[in-house]
């Protein structure tokens, strides 16, 4: 392995080997331009890689691998970039692979319900690509109009819809992947159900610590005849909460059920104007509800009516495009939004049982007052995935450390009530320190001796997922520099 | 690893250290009690195992497994014993763990729509503990009222309602394990999404070759408002296919979309003669619907226009549990009705993709032809899950040899269209020599270096899944007999 020490010099063979593969245009090694490449959407993490290659087929990526394996490098994959857990923060001396130029729908088949794309293809194009035909692809991040259909296969990553119709996952039929050794593998295939094991399952959400996919089959759904958004507002976040565990008892699967409360509500207000959201309101509720027509009325009513037993000052509905994506515009800027109300924010990913919401909420009010920082909650109610945003200033010195410290608890407190410590963004160099919060050390190993075989020497995104060394506090000091600021060039 | 050849003597330590265990009631080593337990659902192949084992607990497997490991023996884990593929088949010399005992329902935790039980526990017990409330487990085999819930991990079983909801994997949350070397671990967890390597999901459909799973937490759905099944009869084969893949193209997912040929449809009539089948038929489409009651109503009238369009003879329709049951009685009769047509039948399980089902039927007919054996076909259409049943005479000398011939074409058939050797069976000791067909080397290797985490010595279930030797006639010849005859002791 390079060490930290290893010098320009030391690079030429192998940028030398990179460009007889991908071309000059192929690999960018100009300090300015590597810069671009320091972190990825956890942009308090930052390292600088050696070398950001550009390659455009499979057969490039495995040879670039094999590169990196007769040199003992490690390389990084990564899509848009916009991942929140640091699945892609590159290591100085490391190699970052980026799919940006791999961008082609490879094949459409409608008549199955399947769709065949690069890494590099941005998720809002492939619902794109098949809406006219009247279809769409479920998974739908905050980010669907810039993050990568690469990405997405890494952390897993979940939406609004996942409710009704699950995350990443659930929507991949087969990959074809490169190994941490450049070996190109076929995993799944056409259709849903493969015999063996399912190595599909256990390559997505494994954060390109187990390759890189490099053709993915996806599974596309028939759009809802119908569609309905219904905005309700309450008093109290409780009401909210027992509304949302109403709904799930009434048997009735939202396509998305989004919550956020009192702060979230203002910063939206504040930015986008939506108009919609009502300033006093301690919390809102934002039900879609899609299907045949007539199901979609029935729904609607047996929503509102849930709602307003529960206290909903009032509920709204919309079914015409413009309206509802009106009413979601608010949600999805509501990250955005919180960067208004603080010249920082931290944004957790935690899951609990859904019964436990009205706890949880509280223990992280009770975490506001005692560490002095605002949390506005936004979260996908249905199935539990909260996302407090802590907001802080980080020019305050230890600020950032007391926010990762409240972030910690709150995590804690998700495991604690039976829940899970990420629902969406990934654990990436983040939040590996909470593994062991989750897992016991026989469970731990049985996952690293899975990431054995597919990267042996460990040179596929090393230092993410697992707890080594163990702590958060040893892993940014020992393992990453934040802001390290060195110079690789 | 012990050999063949190992007596009666050699086996009393082990025999004294598995009571010490569970007690003399629970090990099994009368040769006359022995004899239940030679084969599972795959008749076909039998073996006597040297002792069978009839655990309560985790702790109890872990130990027994530990004693396996300390003494070299293979184990294999059973739960009813009503798999197709011989997953459960014992080797000579080896324990066979049974899990019969083990049939608590550990905890029902209906605020958060799961349920954790124990491995022996019957498919069907999980939707009878819950339906009072409302709620069901989805995945439904044709065997349900036998078969285990351990089972049904051990093959990712599907069933008939697996079109809508899913099979066996997309309903496990957790896991707890006893690995090959008497490790336990905890796959999953009580929420869906989990972070890390997916290792529950391979564990599903790993056929006891990973270890055995001793507590199982699955998530259980709310009880549909409403059901209607429809019947629709047709005068040939392509027309059901066409409705068939018209339905899913008008966006509709029944519940259940199951198609029987005329063979079948006499078959079912002659044995449990419903009455409800038309016997000049050519093929007949079972519909289920389910979800609110005006979606039903909705859908149905629309799957009968389908049908009807594409040239069904009749389409009735029940939504009464009574005569809804008495439709689907026929189908979940099918296989056993086959077995009054012919002294033996040997039932294949392929996948294509939908849109190659006439092409498929008609090559199978061809098959038929061309071997001169009478298939049945009764399939899960809506999933492209094909049953043929050929159907032959097992005292005929060279028959099953010449019958399993067939069921190879077909599976050879289901992977040139790009389907799968297995929608729902597994892959056991029936199947595995079909598996390079499916997967490269390369692909294999990866899948049995997972298998060396979990089960490092082999001693769980071996000579499974994987081709080894690689051609079937080499398998059945060299590492298992069929109806051998040998006498342990």
Same mark, same amino acid.
């Given at each position: ?11 030429? &063979? ?56 007769? !040199? ?113 593998? %076929? ?9 063996? !094991? ?8 494994? +954060? ?33 909460? #027992? ?60 929503? #509102? +009516? ?38 920082? !924010? ?89 593994? &062991? ?25 090393? %230092? ?26």
């Amino acid at each position: 392995m390079l060490t930290r020490e290893k010098k320009q010099d030391n690079w030429k &063979p192998i940028i030398k080997a990179f460009e007889a593969v991908l071309g000059q245009k192929g690999v960018i090694k100009r300090r300015e331009e590597l810069i671009t490449y320091e972190c990825d959407g956890l942009t308090s993490y930052r390292q600088r890689p050696a070398v950001v290659l550009l390659p455009r087929t499979t057969e490039q990526i495995a040879q670039i691998v094999k590169i990196c394996n007769k !040199y003992s490098v490690t390389f990084i994959a990564r899509g848009s970039g916009t991942g929140l857990s640091g699945g892609a923060l590159p290591l100085e001396n490391s190699v970052l692979i980026v799919t940006s130029l791999m961008r082609q729908i490879l094949k459409v088949d409608l008549d199955n319900q399947r769709i065949v794309v690069q890494p590099g293809v941005i998720n809002s194009w492939v619902t794109q690509t098949v809406s006219g035909a009247g279809f769409y692809y479920a998974p739908d991040p905050s980010s669907q109009i810039i993050c990568s259909i690469g990405g997405n296969i890494a952390e897993n990553s979940g939406g609004v819809h996942c409710l009704k119709y699950g995350v990443t996952t659930n929507h991949v039929l087969g990959l074809k992947i490169v190994t941490a050794e450049g070996e190109i593998l %076929d995993l799944g295939g056409q259709v849903p159900e493969m015999p063996g !094991y399912d190595l599909t399952g256990v390559f997505v959400g494994s +954060e390109g610590t187990l390759g890189i996919a490099t053709e993915i089959t996806l599974r596309i759904l028939k759009s809802a005849e119908s569609i309905c958004v219904l905005l309700a507002d309450f008093t109290s976040v409780e009401a909210a909460g #027992a509304s949302v565990s109403d709904i799930i008892s009434a048997g009735i699967i939202p396509g998305g059920m989004e919550m956020m409360d009192n702060i979230s509500i203002n910063a939206v207000e504040d930015v986008v104007a939506t108009n919609c959201y009502p300033r006093d309101a301690q919390a809102i509720l934002l039900v879609e509800i899609d299907g045949l027509d007539v199901e979609v009325q029935v729904n609607k009513q047996r929503v #509102a +009516e849930i709602c307003k037993k529960n206290g909903a000052r009032n509920v709204t509905s919309a079914s015409d495009p413009e309206t509802r994506l009106k009413l979601w515009k608010g949600r999805k800027a509501a990250f955005a939004a919180a960067g208004h109300l603080s010249p920082d !924010y931290y944004v957790q990913d935690g899951v609990i049982p859904r019964t436990q919401l009205p706890y949880v909420l509280q223990e992280i009010e009770s975490l506001s007052q005692k560490f002095g920082y605002k949390i506005a909650n936004v979260f996908h109610a249905g199935d539990g995935n909260l996302h407090p945003l802590i907001l802080f200033d980080n020019a305050v010195p230890g600020a950032l450390e007391k926010v990762e410290e409240v972030g910690g608890e709150i995590l804690k407190l998700c495991v604690k009530v039976g829940g899970s410590i990420s629902g969406e963004h990934g654990i990436g160099a983040d939040k590996k320190c909470y593994m &062991p919060d989750m897992f016991s050390n026989a469970d731990l190993e049985s996952m690293q001796w899975v990431r054995q075989v597919f990267n042996p020497k460990g040179l596929a995104n090393p %230092d993410k997922i697992f707890p080594t060394p163990r702590t958060c506090g040893e892993a940014a000091n020992t393992t990453m520099k934040k802001f390290p600021g060195v110079e690789q060039f």
